[in-house]
């Protein structure tokens, strides 16, 4: 009887990669298993209603949505915070620029993101006014809007257009977030047709699912936050 000799990591992971290419892929929509068809349709609610199919369930109700979305942002190690009254949320961002001793925050005009950085009396860093890259780099927060919270996932929606530019919400090393109730969508189908109905045909250049600070496990295995944009992302929700 003749023993083969074992194979080693590299060969195995070879081996794998040979199998599979022996495989042909199926098209999208007709993957095994998947509810799609072969060819998926155009219509975009058409689509979302297929996706939903095996995407995890939202509740129906904005309170069980909100709850959704705070659950999955704190497992994503964002803070989320719900106010009722602007007075609640000043005393938060004061609170918070104390205790993180913030000395420059980076902004862009908005209602909610101008309101906000009234209340933190800070030298601001205007993003759509035209900017030092050295200025901004100088910031110890973004203040920023969003299009949409996303129960789904905790993610929030953002934009070139929404959020003052692409580096607004990636350069400071805390991203905080101002977003209204009325923000929050169910899941990512309904978010894909909020961008299509608030930008079609003219997209952003820029448009990110931001989904808790960022953060890397290359090394190790070992999570850092922190390691290509933000190490902090916080939510305030009027």
Request: charged share 20%; net charge neutral; aromatic share 6%.
């Amino acid at each position: 009887m003749v023993v083969e000799p074992a194979m080693n990591e590299r060969e195995k992971i070879l081996t794998r990669i040979r199998e599979a290419l022996t495989v042909p892929a199926p098209r999208p929509g007709a993957h095994p298993g998947h509810p799609g068809t072969p060819n998926p349709p155009a219509d975009p609610a058409s689509a979302g209603a297929q996706a939903r199919r095996w995407l995890p369930k939202v509740g129906d109700t904005l309170e069980e949505q909100l709850a959704l979305f705070a659950q999955n942002a704190a497992g994503l190690k964002a803070t989320f915070q719900l106010f009722n009254h602007w007075d609640e949320l000043n005393a938060a961002l004061l609170a918070l620029r104390d205790a993180e001793n913030w000395r420059r925050v980076a902004s862009h005009q908005t209602e909610l993101s101008a309101k906000a950085c009234a209340t933190l009396q800070r030298p601001v860093c205007w993003t759509d006014r035209g900017y030092d890259v050295l200025d901004l780099e100088a910031c110890d927060v973004g203040v920023t809007s969003c299009d949409a919270l996303i129960a789904q996932t905790g993610s929030v929606l953002v934009t070139s257009r929404s959020t003052g530019g692409r580096a607004l919400s990636i350069l400071p090393p805390h991203h905080l977030v101002i977003a209204r109730r009325e923000q929050l969508v169910a899941d990512l189908p309904a978010a894909f047709a909020l961008i299509q109905q608030q930008y079609a045909p003219d997209y952003p250049s820029m448009i990110s699912f931001i989904t808790g600070p960022s953060r890397t496990g290359d090394i190790e295995r070992i999570l850092v936050l922190g390691a290509h944009g933000p190490r902090k992302l916080t939510i305030f929700c009027l």
